[in-house]
């Protein structure tokens, strides 16, 4: 199963460091739901887990990017 790159550059994936869900190292990263995990570990559990959605990339932003207003 290939591994599919996870686009999580929104603000809000980044917090304090916590120690991963996937694996025994801190991260500042967090998922969708709040999980503290590193973009590579989820990257790579959802390569195993072919058809399950635990973690996803943002929404792409349509070409309205609002960030510079
Ligand atoms: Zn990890």
Same mark, same amino acid.
């Given at each position: 199963m290939p591994v599919r790159l996870l686009d999580w550059r929104d603000g809000r994936h980044f917090?304090?460091?916590a &120690?991963?869900?996937l694996c025994?190292?801190?991260t500042p990263l967090r998922s +969708?739901?709040?999980e503290p995990v590193h973009k590579t570990c989820a990257e790579s559990w959802n390569a195993a887990h072919p058809g399950e !959605? &635990?973690?996803v990339s943002d929404p792409p932003k349509?070409?309205?990017n !609002?960030? +510079?207003a």
């Open positions: 917090a304090w460091p &120690r991963c869900v025994p190292k801190t +969708h739901a709040g !959605t &635990r973690f349509a070409g309205r !609002t960030d +510079h």
